[in-house]
């Protein structure tokens, strides 16, 4: 009893704060998401579900939640997938592992905004490093304006994203790999398991927990990405590589619409909560089992 | 129990403490303000977008201002431009707006006056005589709904700005009529060089090239119509504005990729002599010292050739101001400043090495430089003015239009379907407002 009094007198402020920069306004995204608020106005109209029917029926919605949805792909295939690969490799004896790990950590220091400058010099059309290096393979008919051309937009923006994104995997899955118990690879190695077994059915399964958290924070980084995508493209060209953030962005503050764009607000927002519920509750309900 | 009942009371206690100190605080701040003693400067607030490339003169504006009136004290903070459009928006809409701050003349004034958010200051430019120091233009975009509610500080005008030494390399002279246009266009090419640079990362600088042709087929009166929502993207008008634009994209006398560059990016091609003339507003000037180069004897500027010679002549292009809303903490004082920033001093100041042109028609010629000069009689002589796209129709609209500009310059043959899709959006935007 007194421990939990306790704890309640340690939560008291964090929960007040919390209370107010986060619980209120969320409960104020949902409240003007009801209204067609244009952000400026004293004034505004409920209009009731409008706002989401209208989110349902919007092309613009479902091209930047197509956009996601490409995003979170890539994101739980490749960096996701390479982060895994390298913790492997790295976390073995190898002389200048360490040296390796750092470079490759190295970007999960920068924001994602500086991410995104120093890509936009990279695909700098004329003078970026990218298309020198293509024009100098003699490719020069791929040595396009990465970030102006509607094809490739997004996926120039997922790629620098990715950049950074291997590292936190990899920090991550070499975490897990610490948790590992050697008594069950040391058996297993008696047993004549081949490297292929050793790591498929002894290391991977004990790595699950860890591959939750990997797996939850990228879907939700790729959900949230505004930063970048800001930086680099604003969303453009003509929307192209619009994101579900970019595009609540652009509804509210560009286009004076606060009232949907709240309602976009709460929709990424259930989509997300979806995703990771669905996901939390599968892979923990197996591991008790 | 007992422990958590001491907690609470000693949590009250300390909220109680913080509340007292805030209020105290507070309370000493009056007092100070009603001391007679020494009369301390009165703050105002100024929020502005003149950063970067667009600073222009305003750091020294404010310096003279607080140098010639002790009694306030101007402080100011420079904004991104894209940054200020959000910032602005949160500070009004939060009612915790700065004193004053900068806009943009025209449908997005009108936007913050239909939200009410905005004071009129009819008074100010009564008191001060304000009406007999700006040119009629300039006053039109001071008043909306019948009121004032604007503070012009400078007034911009687009027009073609070219390297000279390209124009007598190839032997051509500036245009006068579109097909004087396309045949030096035609001769720059043949001599591989680029004709035109456009850089529309940022969207807004591709919007001149539907504003010119559109103004100059159609003429302002129609072109009125469209951007209030009585015409249509699909109108024969507009269609054929487009047409004269494509031309110029379909003989390729673009850059390639405008998308990809912002203006600045692309008024340097000019500079650089990559590119011969770039349609831009004539804050081009600002970038005299990151190029190297003069006014009138490297670079120098043409209005957007006749296409139809029947048609009223227009000028277009942005008058950027000052407004105050209606929380502003200090309007009086705010309403002092703003008169006085019409004055000659801080209007002569601002605008030095901005490239545009004081509203305050007693700012002397001196301010000025030779191209300068040339568009103040310019625009002397020209009866109409517009403001340019994003600047003429409300920002919901804007978007959409914005967006099919940078949609056309990638895929200039499906313009007609893009225009059809901008009407059908465009129409949705307007109906949506008040």
């Known amino acids: 009893m007194v421990k939990k009094q306790k704890a309640w007198q340690f939560l008291a402020i964090p929960l007040i704060v919390y209370t107010a920069i986060i619980i209120i306004p969320f409960f104020q995204s949902i409240f003007f998401s009801l209204t067609n608020w244009d952000g400026l106005s004293p004034d505004y109209e409920f209009i009731g579900l409008a706002n989401y029917f209208r989110v349902f029926t919007d092309p613009a919605f479902a091209m930047s939640l197509w956009h996601n949805v490409i995003w979170m792909m890539i994101f739980l295939v490749l960096p996701t997938g390479l982060g895994l690969f390298l913790a492997i490799i790295l976390d073995k004896d190898i002389r200048g592992a360490t040296i390796f790990k750092s470079i490759i950590y190295f970007p999960m220091i920068f924001s994602y905004v500086i991410v995104g400058m120093i890509w936009t010099f990279v695909y700098e059309p004329r003078l970026g490093v990218l298309n020198l290096f293509l024009r100098a393979l003699g490719v020069q008919k791929w040595s396009i304006a990465w970030l102006a051309e509607p094809k490739t937009a997004l996926l120039s923006i997922i790629a620098a994203a990715s950049w950074q994104h291997v590292g936190l995997c990899m920090v991550l899955f070499l975490a897990g790999l610490r948790t590992v118990r050697t008594d069950l690879i040391e058996a297993a190695k008696i047993d004549g398991a081949n490297t292929w077994q050793l790591y498929w059915r002894i290391v991977l399964p004990q790595l699950k927990n860890v591959t939750v958290i990997v797996v939850s924070l990228t879907v939700v980084i790729s959900l949230k990405s505004f930063d970048i995508v800001y930086i680099m493209t604003k969303g453009g060209p003509f929307r192209k590589s619009e994101v579900l953030t970019t595009f609540m962005f652009r509804e509210s503050f560009w286009n004076y619409r606060m009232g949907y764009g709240s309602a976009i607000a709460v929709v990424l927002f259930l989509i997300a909560l979806i995703i990771i519920a669905i996901y939390i509750r599968q892979t923990i309900g197996e591991t008790i089992e | ?434």
């Open chain 2, 1 to 434: 129990m007992k422990k958590s009942k001491r907690f609470i009371v000693s949590f009250f206690i300390v909220c109680f403490m913080l509340v007292a100190m805030f209020g105290m605080a507070g309370g000493g701040k009056k007092a100070e303000k009603e001391a007679p003693a020494v009369a301390e400067p009165t703050k105002v607030t100024f929020f502005h977008y003149f950063s970067g490339t667009l600073a222009g003169g305003v750091d020294e504006m404010v310096k003279v201002f607080n140098k010639e009136n002790p009694e306030y004290l101007l402080t100011h903070t420079p904004v991104d431009h894209e940054a200020f459009k959000t910032s602005i928006r949160v500070m009004l809409a939060g009612g915790n707006p700065p004193d004053l701050f900068s806009y943009w003349a025209g449908a997005r004034v009108q936007f913050v006056v239909d939200a009410g958010r905005l004071a009129p200051i009819d008074d100010v430019f009564e008191a001060n005589n304000l009406e007999e120091l700006f040119p009629p233009a300039v006053l039109q975009g001071c008043t909306y709904s019948g009121k004032k509610y604007f503070l012009p500080l400078t007034q911009h005008f687009c027009a073609f700005f070219y390297n000279k030494r390209i124009f007598e390399e190839v032997g051509v002279e500036p245009p006068e009529t579109w097909d004087q246009f396309l045949e030096v266009c035609k001769k720059i090419k043949a001599a591989g060089i680029t004709p035109i640079s456009l850089g529309s990362r940022e969207r807004w600088p591709a919007q001149f090239w539907l504003d010119y042709p559109l103004l100059r087929t159609a003429g302002p009166e129609y072109r009125a119509k469209l951007m209030s929502g009585e015409a249509s993207y699909t109108d024969p008008e507009v269609i054929k504005a487009w047409e004269l634009w494509k031309t110029c994209a379909d003989n390729g006398y673009f850059n390639e990729n405008p998308n990809a560059y912002d203006w600045a990016e692309a008024a340097t091609m000019v500079g650089t002599g990559e590119a011969a003339m770039n349609l831009m507003g004539t804050w081009f000037m600002q970038l005299d010292e990151s190029i190297g180069w003069k006014p009138g004897v490297d670079y120098d500027f043409f209005p957007f050739p006749i296409v139809d010679p029947s048609i009223p002549d227009v000028a277009v292009g942005p008058i950027d101001g000052v407004v105050l809303p209606k929380e502003a903490k200090t309007p009086e004082a705010a309403k002092q400043v703003m008169a006085r920033l019409a004055d000659v001093g801080p209007q002569t100041t601002f605008n030095t090495g901005s490239g545009a042109l004081a509203p305050n028609k007693n700012v002397p010629d001196s301010t000025y430089n030779e191209l300068q000069l040339r568009v103040k009689e310019l625009l002397a002589k020209i009866p109409n003015w517009a403001f340019n796209y994003d600047l003429a129709t409300p920002p919901p609209v804007a978007d959409v239009g914005l967006n099919a500009f940078s949609k056309f310059l990638d895929s200039p043959a499906d313009y007609k379907k893009i225009l059809a899709e901008t009407e059908s959006l465009a129409k949705a935007a307007f109906s949506e407002l008040k």
